[in-house]
Each structure stands twice: as C-alpha cells, then as structure tokens.
C-alpha cells in the first residue's frame, strides 16, 4: 500500500510523520503548480471550487509516482469539501486509476470511528503505537505554524529582503526529516534558532488579519503565496486559522488545551452572522470583529470562487466594514488568477491602510 | 389590525407554501406574497446583492425588496434543516443575515430557526415561536400548525400524483389528467426555485409543454422511491434538494418511459456542480437517453436556450424513433 494525500499547506509534514511512524509507505505529491491545477480543472466540473480541483491534480501527479491509495477527510456538510473524496474517487476510476480510498470521516460521537479508520491503513499496530503515531503528525503541525507565525513576525521586519524566508524553508525542512518523536524537541529548539538568527530592525509595520476559507488560507499556491507578498509589503501578517488549530477543534474536538479555537470567533460573529453557515463563514466575520478589536489595521478576506459559506459572509462583511470604518477587501482565487492582478490589489490596499494609519497620528 | 406578514415568492415558497400561508391565516395574519419574478425584481436583486450569490439568491432578495413597504413583517425562516442529517445550502442558512445587513428599510423580520437536523419532532416547537409573532394563544398556534400541515399533506399529494407545485396551490379539484400516450416525457431535473420561476428558467417548463412535451420534475417522485435510488450512492449526500434531485434522476436513468432528462442549474450553484456532474456520469455510463444540461444566470438570454431545447427535442424524438416508440 502507498499512501498519498492531498497537499494542503505543511499538512504533508503532519501527515507524514503520522503515517511514516507507523510503518505506512507515503507518496508525498509534488507541490502543486500550475500544472496540478490545469490537470485537476480540465478533468473536475467547472463549478467545483478550486481546492477539489487542486486535490485531483495532487492525485493524478501522485499516481505518476507510484500511489495506490489515497487517504482524505470528509465532513458532513453543508460545505461541498464532506462529498469532495466521494467526487474525486470516480472521476479519477472514470479516468482509468485505480485509487483505494480511505476517508476520515469526522468523528460525531467519539474519536474512535476516527481510530478505527486510521487502523485500516496502519494494519496490526497496537491502540498506543496509532496514538503516538497521531500525536507525533500533530506535534509536528505544531511546531510548522510556530515557524510560520515567527516567519510572518519577521519578513515586514527583516534587514535583507528573503531572509526570513529562507530560514523558515530551512526550518520547516530541519523539523520535517525529524524520524522519532524523540529528537523533535531538539529540532523544534534548532529550528527556532534558525528563525531567531534572521537579522532585523525595529520598524513600524502595518497588521492585516486574514480570514476566509481554510484551503485558500492554509496552501500558498492557491493564495499566490499572500502572506509572502504582504509581509514583503510591510505588513504583519496573523492569519485566523492554523492546522494545528483546525485539527484540533474537528479531529480532537477541543481536547487539547491551550491552543487558540473557532469558538472564540464564532461568538464574535454578531449581530452580522448569527448562525453557522457551513465551512468557516461565521468564523470568517468572527474573525473579522476579532482583528478590530485587537486593534489591526486591515482585514483581507480569501476564498475560491463558488465557495458559499463565504459568499455569504462576503455579503454581510460591507456592513461590518462600514460600522467599524475598518478597512475590508475579498479576494477571490480561481484557475485564472493571476499574480500581477493579486499584487496590484494588495499594493492598493496597503497604500490605503498607511494613509489611514498616517492620518491618525497627525489626529492624535 | 391583522399583522400583515410578507412571503417572497423565491427560494423554498416552492416546497412550502401551503404550510405557511395556511399557518399564518389560521393564527390571523395577512398574508401577501410578491407577484412572479420580473426583470425589475431581478433588477433590485442584483443591486442589494453580491456579485457571487448565486440567480436564486438575487432574485429572493429582489422579492424581499418589493414587499418591504407594503407588509409589517416579511416572513423568511432560516431553514437550516428540513430533514435529518441534512443541510439545505450554505445560502439558505445564512440568507436572513444576508437580507437584514444588505436591505434598507425592513419591516420586521421573522428568521426563526427551522431546524430539523436532529429530529423531526422540533418543527413543532420551532413553528410554535413563528405563532408568538401573531398570537399568544397556545391552543391556537397548536390547531393552526395541525391545519398547515393537514394542508401541506394534501399538496404533497397531490404534486407526488404529477401536479406542478403552483397548480397544486389552489386547485385541488382539478387533476393533471393522464398522459395521452403519444407524447413523449422529459424529465427536467433541478431545484424548485428554478425550474418553476418561469422567468428564471426562461419558462421551460411551459415551453416544452406547448412543444407537445410531457413534463415530470423530481418533486413527482415519491420520497421513498427517491429514497432507494439515493441510497445507492457510497455515502449519504447531505443536502436534502441534492439527495431529492440525484435519486429522482437516477430514477429516470432506469425507467423506460422517460425520454430524456434536462438538469437545470445555477451559474456557481455550489451543490449543483457537484450533483449535475454525477448525474450526469451516470447518463453517460448507461448511455441510453439524451441530456441537455442548462446553466441560468442574469445574463441568461432566450435565444440561446431556445435553440438549445429545440436541438436536445430533437435528438428526443429520434431517439424516440430508435427505440420504436
């Protein structure tokens, strides 16, 4: 059996670690390009958000190399992402692979349906080895949104443009090869090292929260690599949602503590959105309020085209954007996006939250 | 002074009308619905709307918009959940929001919640806070939610039996009458609130009947006949109008009477574009009827979708011809 997975974000480190620990055979996908993208969207419906587009393009290249089996999560609705595997898996027989699939469907009631799955793909290995298997992925998921918020602090302060990048990729590399969960706290200190020896200045920068739908958030290549953009732009940048995050809110229900969760947003969302709407819409708006209240120069929505939780949290954003004069813009991504279009827009936008940000010093 | 309260003729006013307008009457209300779509509802809609919301979502909102000034309350129930288990569309759970934050000048606005995601049972209860609006006699609301749904079990009925939805409204006497034999039947596959907006759907349904055509639609299925189809697919889909229209589709796949299907769609309907491609996988690997898939938006012009029904007819009748009918 080789397992592959759909990249999204440094999901692939997680999952690695997990899988790898308990003796699976991985096939990581090649990090999507432009290519993942044109094979995934001439083969998907057109309306299909981008992420299931980019999901099959994962697949496809993934089958070039070798994989036979694809593991996925699934949801129960009503954003499209719970049918997505059900979806892929016949397009790609229609297209003549033969993919086994294995889905991670939520755990409703207990976090042992979830066990049970994940014991299929690990075959005779004991409840404890799958669990440490688990906690070794997530502590690796941990430690790569540790890097990526100090990277985010860094880039709009770094000396010599690129710096801060290049040590994240050295870093998040140092705690990928990590083999045991023994030697991760070593890695996890040395990658810190790494990213603290990035030489900076005391700069005043400007903060943007980013909210949205989770894919677009978490996989650069959907968002044009955003957060690189904006932090070469001068801007710090603290996104609403980490993997880290996400897993443990839906696959661990909350059990582990100390981590920042939805339901802080979701109880920030009124009087805009008052219900759950699918997906992360009422978390987008929640997240929203959240940056303005602590104080944020701007918030950047993202999402695919098509998405509907956060079409409808597009809808009610004006309003939020007009009573709190904080400044709002949406970005939507789809296979025609281009990067001179998205820079143009982020270039904009930062002009105008220096210009607002200037003018109420000179008020003050 | 009855409260008058405002239906729009948009979204699920399709599916349910019977069961409000008898509810709200029983408890004393006034009710007024808005008059069918027209380019200057669709017009407004597309004002107060955002660009992405999908056709349906532009045209509630344009409905909404002509009952404003004329009602005290307009009446829009966020329906989470009519079925267990199941969703309806992320638009419809959030589209009270959408309309309080994007419209001037409401009236009141009942958004009760409907949900009947965990059982059934709750509707009562939910329907109950609908009653306080008007009234606050407890025996009252129990006897008019008890008529609605005595009245929405006659309109069910009759829509299974092969009414459209806005015949079986008000004309119980009069039934559809059987099908003379020599016109072929189409199925036409889509939600409610496009297919039967004859201004939305370019009047399909109408048009095909004056072709000499025989329509059926998913809603003439019986429940649990769609039920057994949907229960074929590898997991449980968990949008109601999804499950409805695959298992009525799939229905028509394997039965003989059936001529041809056309599925109707929103430009960037999210289930949709997941649903009409498996239906649409489906057609193709048994390869037996001709399919004609139709995505509406505002810019939707008639010509282009006359001659595409005129093309699909034809491919109908000499499929008909082939099979010896």
Request: hydrophobic share 40%; glycine share 8%; aromatic share 8%.
């Amino acid at each position: 059996m080789k397992v592959t997975f759909p990249h999204m974000g440094n999901l692939w480190i997680c999952l690695n670690a997990m899988l790898q620990y308990l003796g699976v055979e991985t096939v990581v996908p090649p990090p999507s390009t432009k290519r993942t993208l044109n094979l995934g969207s001439k083969h998907s419906p057109e309306f299909a958000c981008m992420p299931l587009k980019l999901n099959l393009g994962n697949f496809m290249e993934a089958s070039e190399m070798g994989a036979d089996t694809i593991l996925m999560a699934g949801g129960c609705g009503p954003c499209r992402f719970g049918y997505y595997a059900q979806l892929e898996h016949e397009i790609l027989n229609d297209l003549g692979y033969n993919y086994r699939l294995v889905v991670m469907e939520p755990p409703e009631k207990s976090i042992r349906e979830l066990l049970s799955r994940i014991r299929y793909i690990t075959g005779n290995r004991s409840w404890l080895e799958v669990i440490r298997g688990i906690r070794f992925g997530f502590r690796k998921s941990r430690a790569a949104d540790d890097l990526e918020i100090m990277a985010m602090k860094l880039r709009p302060r770094e000396k010599s443009t690129g710096q801060a990048d290049i040590a994240l990729t050295e870093a998040l590399k140092l705690i990928a090869e990590t083999q045991r969960p023994e030697q991760l706290l070593t890695s996890y200190n040395s990658s810190m090292e790494i990213m603290k020896s990035v030489p900076t200045e005391n700069r005043p920068v400007l903060k943007v929260g980013l909210v949205g739908e989770i894919y677009t958030m978490l996989e650069p290549f959907a968002n044009m690599d955003i957060e690189k953009k904006l932090g070469r732009l001068g801007v710090e940048v603290d996104r609403s949602i980490y993997l880290s995050e996400w897993v443990n809110d839906h696959l661990f229900m909350g059990l582990i503590k100390g981590l920042r969760s939805s339901h802080i947003y979701k109880k920030h969302s009124a009087p805009y959105l008052m219900h759950f709407v699918g997906g992360h819409g009422q978390e987008t708006l929640g997240g929203a309020v959240y940056y303005n209240n602590s104080g944020y120069d701007g918030v950047i929505q993202i999402l695919p085209f098509t998405c509907m939780p956060e079409i409808v949290a597009q809808s009610v954003l004006p309003r939020f954007s007009q009573d709190t004069g904080m400044p709002v813009m949406t970005l939507i991504v789809d296979e025609q996006s281009g990067e001179a279009g998205l820079m143009t827009r982020l270039e904009a936008f930062v002009d105008l939250l220096a210009e607002k940000r200037d003018r109420k010093k000179e008020l003050a | 002074m009855p409260i008058k309260i405002g239906i729009p003729r948009s979204l699920l006013f399709y599916k349910y009308y019977p069961l409000w307008k008898t509810f709200l009457e029983e408890l004393g209300a006034e009710v007024t619905i808005s008059g069918h779509t027209t380019k200057a509802i669709l017009q407004n809609g597309l004002k107060l709307s955002v660009d992405e919301a999908c056709l349906p979502v532009k045209v509630a909102f344009g409905h909404v918009a002509a009952l404003r000034d004329r009602v005290d309350y307009i009446f829009i129930p966020r329906l989470v959940s009519v079925s267990p288990r199941e969703y309806i569309c992320p638009k419809f759970l959030g589209f009270p929001d959408m309309v309080r934050q994007c419209v001037h000048g409401l009236p009141g606005v009942i958004d009760t919640n409907i949900n009947l995601y965990r059982r059934e049972k709750d509707m009562f209860r939910q329907y109950y806070k609908i009653g306080e609006f008007i009234s606050k006699n407890p025996l009252k609301i129990a006897a008019a939610y008890r008529r609605a749904m005595a009245e929405m079990s006659g309109f069910n009925q009759r829509v299974e039996e092969g009414m459209l939805p806005e015949e079986a409204f008000s004309a119980p006497e009069k039934t559809r009458g059987e099908n003379p034999g020599f016109r072929p039947t189409v199925a036409v596959v889509g939600h409610p609130y496009n297919i039967y907006d004859s201004f939305i759907s370019i009047n399909l349904i109408k048009r095909l009947g004056e072709s000499g055509i025989n329509v059926v639609t998913a809603d003439n299925v019986p429940e649990q006949v769609v039920n057994s189809y949907a229960a074929t697919l590898n997991k449980r889909l968990f949008w109601t109008l999804g499950r409805r229209m695959i298992g009525a589709a799939y229905h028509f796949i394997d039965n003989p009477s059936i001529m041809g299907i056309i599925h109707v769609a929103s430009f960037a309907c999210g289930p949709d574009s997941m649903t009409g491609d498996m239906i649409e996988r489906k057609v193709r690997h048994k390869g037996n009827i001709p399919f004609l898939n139709l995505v509406l938006d505002e810019h939707t012009g008639e010509a282009g979708i006359v001659t595409r029904i005129e093309a699909f007819l034809d491919m109908v009748n000499m499929h008909g011809t082939a099979v010896g009918i």
